[in-house]
Antibody, heavy 123, light 107 residues
């Protein structure tokens, strides 16, 4: 079964850091570009970051640029999101998602989503 | 930054056609996809590249995109289709933007 499982969320104080992980199974991570998307409580979806299959092309939303770092380890079939200087505006459910694009390219859509990991920022 | 606008809510009677719009500047120049999200669940892709349906998505879901507006159409709407729907646009390079979401009510 094709699956993405996020972990690493939790309660963190403002200004601190957290590292999210996403474990892929049922497919070869190296064949796909990947993304992180977040959903604020009771709100809509927000694209956070993207990474090409070979980590050469990386992008961030303006809201997290300079604070978040996306990375991947294809040998471990894993995707990561290092989040620094967290604020209350970062409180959300964080999803990892697979890009639909062929041969590791980017496309307009994300075809596989995990169940998400929740990040709570509070003192 | 690029913005997409969706109506907050759309209501439809069972068996009728529901249309959910997504508006953005020259949106027709970008690829648009649509996701369905039911309460407590992750988003599910229902339309990509404006008009294509992923495997397993019913034929009653269709999409279009022209000018400044993309539209998700659900023909013969069923109670099980009740959900939040999000459009997403890609600039072809490295920017993905979501619309604010539309709550579809089937009543």
């Amino acid at each position: 079964e094709v699956q993405l499982v996020e972990s690493g969320g939790g309660l963190v104080q403002p200004g601190r850091s957290l590292r999210l992980s996403c474990a892929a199974s049922g497919f070869t991570l190296a064949d796909y570009a990947m993304h992180w998307v977040r959903q604020l409580p009771g709100k809509g979806l927000e694209w956070v970051s993207s990474i090409s299959w070979n980590s050469v092309v990386i992008g961030y939303a303006d809201s997290v640029k300079g604070r978040f770092t996306i990375s991947r380890d294809n040998a471990k079939n894993s995707l990561y999101l290092q989040m620094n200087s967290l604020g209350v505006e970062d409180m959300a459910l964080y999803y990892c998602a697979r890009d639909l694009g062929l041969a590791g390219s980017f496309s307009d859509a994300f075809d596989i989503w995990g169940r998400g990991t929740r990040v709570t920022v509070s003192s | 930054s690029y913005e997409l606008t969706q109506p907050p809510s759309v209501s439809v009677s069972p068996g009728q056609t529901a249309s959910i719009t997504c508006s953005g500047d020259k949106l027709g120049d970008r690829y648009v996809c649509w996701y369905q999200q039911k309460p407590g669940q992750s988003p599910v892709l229902v339309i990509y590249q404006d008009t294509k349906r992923p495997s397993g998505i019913p034929e009653r879901f269709s999409g279009s995109n022209s000018g400044n507006t993309a539209t998700l159409t659900i023909s013969g709407t069923q109670a099980m289709d009740e959900a939040d729907f999000y459009c997403q646009a890609w600039d072809g390079i490295s920017d993905w933007v979501f619309g604010g979401g539309t709550k579809l009510t089937v009543l």
